[in-house]
């Protein structure tokens, strides 16, 4: 069946440093791909996607490129802020499901000032 | 665009009571929503999906006579928690679909947390 698989968290990282969060995903058929952030005591945002291979999703200065060789959507952030963190989880949507996301498991970041 | 809303925020309630929980699209119209539960420091659960004017479609494992689902218009789903007990307390989170354009896009709520002593 679908599934996605995340980098496990906690992430702690310094102010301005360069941030990856790894995600692999296992589907038939060609998913739209998704990140979503959770802030503390909130819902979920969609932070960006993508809905076909070699897409990038881009927003806040995050970015994710959609790898089907490598069933891969990591997300990343040259610099960041303190204000960045939250819970970051990876998700997909097979076109096959009626919009039904699989999401992963989240992954908490802290970013120190 | 694409605002979702949840009411209450946040509810406290004695064991063996009712609790609804409302979702709107505040600025679209949403053939498709979707109710997730999300434990502490766990990823989202999807319930129940429901597309207007038809019934729900339940996630195995979810209780149906427990979690009572109405989608009565293109902006408003409802859950129900029926006589509600201390392990229901979660974190209820519902999505919408638009009716058209973004397909498989789901926007989130802010989220409902339900404590049941």
């Known amino acids: 069946g679908n599934s996605v698989t995340q980098m496990e968290g906690p992430v702690t990282l310094s102010e301005e440093a360069f941030l990856t969060i790894n995600c692999t995903y296992t589907a038939t058929g060609y998913p739209s791909l998704f990140w979503y952030v959770q802030y503390p005591g909130e819902g979920l945002q969609l932070l960006l996607k993508?809905?076909?291979?070699?897409d990038k999703g881009s927003n806040k200065g995050f970015e994710a490129t959609y790898r089907k060789e490598t069933t891969s959507f990591h997300l990343e952030k040259g610099s960041v802020q303190v204000s960045d963190s939250a819970v970051y989880f990876c998700?997909?949507?097979?076109?096959?499901?009626?919009?039904?996301?699989?999401f992963g498991s989240g992954t908490r970041l802290s970013i120190r000032p | 665009g694409a605002v979702v809303s949840q009411h209450p925020s946040r509810v406290i309630c004695k064991s063996g009571t009712s609790v609804k929980i409302e979702c709107r699209s505040l600025d679209f119209q949403a053939t498709t929503m979707f109710w997730y539960r999300q434990f502490p420091k766990q990823s989202l659960m999807l319930m129940a999906t429901?597309?207007?004017?038809?019934?729900?479609?339940?996630e195995q494992g979810v209780e149906k006579d427990k979690f009572l689902i109405n989608h009565a218009s293109l902006t408003l789903s409802t859950l129900t928690v029926t006589s509600a007990h201390p392990e229901d307390s979660s974190f209820y989170i519902c999505s919408a679909s638009r009716a058209a354009g973004e397909g498989d896009t789901q926007y989130f709520g802010p989220g409902t947390r339900l404590t049941v002593l």
């Open positions: 993508a809905t076909k291979a070699d």
């Open positions: 429901s597309n207007e004017g038809s019934k729900a479609t339940y």
């Open positions: 998700a997909l949507s097979a076109r096959s499901s009626a919009s039904k996301i699989i």
